[in-house]
């Protein structure tokens, strides 16, 4: 089992950056792939970025693609999410979650364990 907390999140203006941060804890970090996702009022969790277990690989929603970094720390047990010239329709509640497997994936479905969230709004 492992525990993950986000943490970074906040009120920023159009253009700004953002990092957010996700520490796990419990389980072996390095067993894990990684994706962030995120929900904004009344719309459904979605697919923001993911990284694959060591680190190596990464795949991006078209709408972050460009903007976004997805980067993981197996040392520090840590994966972050470099945000960008950030837009309105960037505001959600962020999430990370965990899947307990090599390679990433962009299915909800596909991840085991997931971290409480962080609110992330964008001021035009």
């Known amino acids: 089992q492992v525990q993950l907390v986000e943490s970074g999140g906040g009120l920023v203006q159009t253009g700004d950056s953002l990092a957010l941060s996700c520490a796990a804890s419990?389980?072996?970090?390095?067993?894990?792939?990684m994706g962030w996702f995120r929900q904004a009022p009344g719309k459904e969790r979605e697919f923001v970025a993911a990284i694959n277990r060591s680190g190596s690989s990464t795949y991006y929603a078209d709408s972050v693609k460009g903007r976004f970094t997805i980067s993981k720390d197996n040392a520090k047990n840590t994966v972050y999410l470099q945000m960008n010239s950030l837009k309105p329709e960037d505001t959600a509640v962020y999430y990370c979650?965990?899947?307990?497997?090599?390679?990433?994936?962009?299915?909800?479905?596909?991840?085991?364990?997931w971290g409480q969230g962080t609110q992330v709004t964008v001021s035009s």
């Open positions: 979650a965990a899947r307990d497997g090599v390679g990433w994936s962009r299915r909800r479905h596909d991840y085991d364990y």
């Open positions: 419990g389980r072996t970090f390095s067993s894990y792939a």
